[in-house]
C-alpha cells in the first residue's frame, strides 16, 4: 500500500494505514511521459523506485530553438554516406543528441566543434547502424544550454533509405526467380525410387516363368514319345 509520502506493507483487509505498520518514504525518479521540443514542453512523472507509485506530473520547459548551420541531412544505409550536423550549441554546453527520442551513446557519434566553438556532430559507423532498420524520415534533437543555462535544441530531420536487399528475399541467380533465404531450388526431378520388394517380386516371376517353360517343354516331349 501507499499514500503520497509513503508506502508499507499490509493484508488487504487492514485499514489505509493500521497503527503500528511500518512505513518508508518513496524514492522518487522522475519517468518522462513526453519529451520537450522547441515547439512544446514535455511531462515527467516522478515515480517511486520501489512501489510505483506515481505523483502528480511536471512539465519540462520547452526548449530554446538554437539556429542550425547546416539543415537536415540525408542517409543511404547502403552507400554508408557521412552525417554531420553542426549547431550553435557551444561544445561546453553540448549534452547528447537524441534520434527519434533515444539518446546515443558517446561511441555513436564524434564530437567535435567549429573555429567559433559551435558544436559540430559527425555520426560515426557504430550510430549509422543502430539506423539500419529504419527507413524514411526520423527525428534528430541536438540538446544543451543556450547562453543564459536554458535548455535548448537545434532540431533536425534525418531521411534514411534502406536500399539493401531484405534478408529473406533471395535471387536465384541461374533461373532469376526469388526465393526464400536459405531455400533450395533444384530443377532436376529426382528418379523414382524402386523398392526392393519390387526387385524380389520381378526375379521371382520371372523364375517362375522359366520353370514354367522347362516344364512345358518336358511334357511336350513326352507326348511326342509315346506317339
Known amino acids: 500500500m501507499s499514500n503520497a509520502e509513503a508506502h508499507w506493507q499490509q493484508c488487504k483487509n487492514c485499514p489505509a494505514m493500521p497503527e503500528g505498520a ?7 525518479e522522475y519517468k518522462v511521459t513526453k519529451e520537450a521540443t522547441t515547439k512544446a514542453p514535455g511531462e515527467k512523472v516522478p515515480t517511486c523506485t520501489k512501489c510505483g507509485y506515481e505523483g502528480k506530473a511536471e512539465e519540462i520547459p520547452q526548449l530554446e530553438d538554437l539556429s542550425v ?7 543511404d544505409i547502403k552507400e554508408n554516406n557521412a552525417v554531420v550536423f553542426k549547431t550553435n550549441i557551444k561544445k561546453d554546453r553540448f549534452s ?5 527520442g533515444i539518446e546515443l551513446e558517446d561511441e ?45 535544441a ?13 534478408a529473406t528475399d533471395d535471387t536465384n541467380t541461374e533461373t532469376g526467380t526469388k526465393t526464400d533465404a536459405g531455400a533450395k531450388t533444384d530443377d532436376t526431378k529426382a528418379a523414382p525410387k524402386t523398392d526392393d520388394s519390387d526387385i524380389a517380386f520381378l526375379v521371382i516371376a520371372l ?3 522359366m520353370g514354367m517353360s522347362i516344364s512345358t517343354g518336358i511334357v511336350y516331349r513326352k507326348k511326342r514319345n509315346n506317339k
Request: hydrophobic share 35%; charged share 25%; no cysteine.
Open 69 to 75: 548551420e547546416d539543415g537536415d541531412q540525408a542517409l
Open 207 to 209: 523364375v517362375a516363368l
Open 22 to 28: 511500518e512505513s518508508e518514504a518513496h524514492t522518487f
Open 154 to 166: 537545434a532540431e533536425y530531420t534525418l531521411t534514411v533509405t534502406n536500399t539493401q536487399p531484405s
Open 96 to 100: 547528447g543528441i537524441k534520434i527519434d
Open 108 to 152: 555513436d557519434y564524434e564530437l567535435g566543434e567549429d573555429e567559433s566553438g559551435n558544436t559540430v556532430l559527425t555520426l560515426t559507423d557504430a550510430g549509422k547502424a543502430k539506423l539500419a532498420a529504419k527507413n524514411g524520415d526520423v527525428a534528430v534533437q541536438i540538446l544543451g544550454t543556450d547562453e543564459d543555462g536554458n535548455p535548448a
